[in-house]
T-cell receptor, first 110, second 113 residues
């Protein structure tokens, strides 16, 4: 499976925007990029996904680089509830497997 | 509430024993995924089923097996349990398409003593 690379952790302040990066240099042209997050003591929850174009939903925005080798999850105004481990991943090769990496821990300071 | 139900929520058992974890997917979802999450570790993909058939396999031990039944619920069987099998086990369900949003259950916490 292709791999993703994320920082181990990031910190943000409440009410400020947060940009969470992810590298996926071995992605193929048909691989979707998915973002999930896991709050403490909970199951993961879907955040957003995309293929080529930038995507927006009520939770976040996903900016995908033109060469698709990296993407950035944007939380427009971080809240304390956004403190979680964020996973960037893909259904590499159309396998439908959702393979999680180590993820990135986001800390939001009040 | 994700709509995915996992039972039991907690399970304590002894080494060498066998347990069965159950997952009921969201209504209408055909695909079920199983994951293992050990303390402070990431989510390890175990296995995926789609409409009763095994679709993809991850690092699932030979002591572990799973199946998806005609009513689409799934069971993960763990046998000859070892202390290292203590973990949170999550299941997730999707409609079955590649870009589908996955909904996760709250997990079953297994403690092997």
């Amino acid at each position: 499976d292709a791999k993703t690379t994320q920082p181990n952790s990031m910190e943000s302040n409440e009410e400020e925007p947060v940009h969470l990066p992810c590298n996926h240099s071995t992605i193929s042209g048909t691989d979707y990029i998915h973002w999930y997050r896991q709050l403490p003591s909970q199951g993961p929850e879907y955040v957003i996904h995309g293929l080529t174009s930038n995507v927006n939903n009520r939770m976040a925005s996903l900016a995908i680089a033109e060469d698709r080798k990296s993407s950035t999850l944007i939380l427009h105004r971080a809240t304390l509830r956004d403190a979680a481990v964020y996973y960037c991943m893909g259904d590499w090769g159309g396998s439908e497997k959702l393979v999680f990496g180590k993820g990135m821990k986001l800390t939001v300071n009040p | 509430d994700s709509g995915v139900t996992q039972t039991p929520k907690h399970l304590i058992t002894a080494t060498g024993q066998r347990v069965t974890l159950r997952c009921s997917p969201r209504s209408g979802d055909l695909s079920v995924y199983w994951y293992q999450q050990s303390l402070d570790q990431g989510l390890q993909f175990l296995i995926q089923y789609y409409n009763g058939e095994e679709r993809a396999k991850g690092n699932i031990l030979e002591r572990f097996s799973a199946q998806q039944f005609p009513d689409l619920h799934s069971e993960l069987n763990l046998s000859s349990l070892e202390l290292g099998d203590s973990a949170l086990y999550f299941c997730a369900s999707t409609r079955g398409g590649r870009a589908d949003e996955a909904f996760f259950g709250q997990g079953t916490r297994l403690t092997v003593v």
